[in-house]
């Protein structure tokens, strides 16, 4: 998929897209929980640079919970980031948030920020150096020392394991038996639009990018989390 039809599909998935992920809340609740912590050592007033902000949940989990902070959400789906300017607006964060329709590296202005999240976005970028590059424009609008909260879909897709673990994943998510025909069709999918890679080696992109040795912090199915800080 390239960029154009990765933004397709998420404008098509924005208005359901909070209620498909509903189930698997306790997993971000899990992810939200060490990121109160890893993030908390920024300064009273942060500002925090939202990659792939989607339809803000993250965003929103964090203001909520550092009500000083300021937040700029970069999105590349119109739908997506209408969904959340909605849903910050109705948390009343409206005047700690900016918004953006575009990529990190064509966010206007210079200003750098104390911390960034990607949750789930760099996942997308399937050449390695690319996906580098990604983290090297977000490394580029941090502050020195500043903090990247980084979350993908990490597995190692060749291992005798990772068939049974993918089946533990999708009968989670869909909260039922899922047929082998599902099971092959996701595997496919997630081997081809999707860079599900081992924890080292996402580890070894985004240090490439420009950040110190990522620190893994979270793993739960095959969602797992590092944070890092600018080199
Ligand atoms: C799976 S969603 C995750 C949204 C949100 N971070 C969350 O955890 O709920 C991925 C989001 O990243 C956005 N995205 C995809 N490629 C991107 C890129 N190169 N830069 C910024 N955002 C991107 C998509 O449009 C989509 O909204």
């Not at 908390?40 to 803000?56: D, N, Q, S, W, Y």
């Not at 970069?74 to 969904?83: A, K, R, T, W, Y």
């Amino acid at each position: 998929m390239d960029k154009q039809q990765l933004t397709q599909l998420f404008d098509q998935q924005a208005p359901n897209y909070d209620t498909q992920w509903r189930r698997m809340s306790p997993i971000n609740s899990g992810l939200y929980f060490f990121m109160e912590t890893i993030l908390g050592v920024l300064p009273e007033r942060a500002h925090i640079l939202c990659v792939g902000a989607g339809t803000g949940k993250e965003l929103l989990h964090l203001a909520r919970h550092f009500p000083e902070w300021r937040f700029t959400a970069v999105e590349p789906s119109g739908e997506m980031l209408n969904q959340c300017r909605k849903a910050v607006e109705l948390a009343g964060f409206t005047s700690r948030c900016d918004f953006y329709q575009g990529y990190v590296e064509t966010l206007p202005g210079e200003e750098k920020f104390d911390g960034a999240t990607s949750l789930l976005v760099s996942q997308f970028i399937l050449d390695q150096q690319a996906r580098s590059e990604f983290f090297r424009h977000i490394a580029d609008r941090l502050k020195p020392g500043g903090l990247l909260i980084s979350a993908d879909l990490v597995a190692n897709i060749h291992s005798d394991v990772y068939e049974e673990q993918l089946n533990l994943w999708l009968r989670l998510m869909a909260n039922a038996a899922v047929s082998q025909e599902d099971i092959q069709r996701i595997k496919a999918a997630y081997s081809q639009d999707v860079a599900v890679l081992p924890a080292d080696n996402v580890a070894t992109i985004i240090k490439a990018g420009g950040f110190t040795m990522p620190i893994p912090f979270y793993q739960a199915g095959l969602i797992g989390a590092f944070f890092a800080h600018v080199e």
